[in-house]
């Protein structure tokens, strides 16, 4: 309670000392350690706590088995980066929330007064399933942001095909839709843009596009694209087909989805929706079919 009263007046004193950018750079300007300064007036949270929990998560990451880091790299790259988490970072939250859940569990126990063998092993168990939530999140948003590729490519190719039929580059085109679209797709043609003007040439920037992603519909639309570059067939006509291609198949994935629904409502209808209709048409009449059947057995 005393914490969350402190940070509450800390934020009441930044809200307090609010100045607006000009009068804080004449404060740094006129000051003889600027950089210094300027640190001192941030406030206590992001001075002093936020990198001393950052650096106790990181330590607790380096405890990590090195194996999992190539593969966490992957999954972090492929979910955006959410938080702008770092590898270290993650393993850190891994064991921070399998400590957790272990300290939550022993206290429970310990309440209860259970057996200490049983408490062990139910503790152990929390501490792996704490461990592990983690990693189900971060796989949750890779199928969050696959999706959502999916789901926007066709419209983003069909931007492309606008732009370099008005007689814009790729790469201009690309650079026109980070500009103007906030999703994954966009994105990710921004930092494509950016390995091309920092010295990556097309195809390696676009390559690292497809590994960055793991879309196979971006696979695609990538390798029929480097294809065109290299004998020299019109870009504006590969965007028009791989535009079409990718609508009719939103539409076929569309199709299946509807497809499906009918499956996907069997359950729900057997065990939930034909019990309550049975109830109520057959439970009027089941007093009556009991006092028959009374009346019969006599």
Request: glycine share 6%; charged share 25%.
């Amino acid at each position: 309670m005393s914490l969350s009263f402190g940070f509450i007046y800390a934020g009441i004193l930044q809200w307090k000392t609010g100045e607006t950018p000009k009068q804080r750079l004449e404060r740094l300007m006129a000051s003889q350690n600027p950089l210094e300064e300027d640190e001192m007036s941030l406030p206590f949270v992001d001075r002093v706590l936020k990198p001393w929990l950052r650096r106790q998560i990181r330590a607790a990451g380096r405890l990590a088995p090195a194996r999992s880091i190539d593969r966490l790299q992957r999954n972090l790259v492929r979910a955006g980066y959410p938080y702008n988490l770092t590898v270290l970072d993650f393993l850190g939250i891994q064991i921070v929330s399998g400590l957790l859940c272990v300290i939550v569990v022993l206290y429970m126990l310990s309440l209860r007064k259970s057996a200490p063998l049983g408490a062990i092993f139910l503790a152990a168990i929390a501490g792996l399933v704490g461990f592990m939530l983690p990693d189900f999140w971060l796989r949750s948003r890779v199928r969050q942001r696959k999706a959502e590729i999916k789901r926007t490519l066709p419209d983003a190719l069909d931007m492309l095909t606008i732009c370099v039929d008005a007689g814009a580059g790729l790469d201009s085109a690309m650079l026109k839709i980070s500009e103007k679209w906030k999703n994954a797709i966009a994105t990710e043609f921004g930092k494509v843009v950016a390995e091309i003007r920092i010295g990556k040439t097309r195809r390696e920037a676009l390559q690292s596009l497809v590994e960055r992603t793991d879309v196979p519909e971006v696979a695609s639309f990538v390798a029929v694209l480097l294809q065109a570059d290299q004998f020299g067939l019109s870009i504006a006509n590969v965007l028009h087909n791989q535009s079409e291609q990718l609508r009719i198949r939103r539409w076929q994935r569309a199709e299946e989805e509807a497809r499906k629904v009918p499956i996907k409502l069997l359950f729900p209808l057997i065990f939930f929706i034909f019990p309550a209709l049975l109830v109520v048409t057959i439970g009027p009449a089941i007093p009556i079919l009991l006092r028959i059947f009374g009346e019969m057995m006599r």
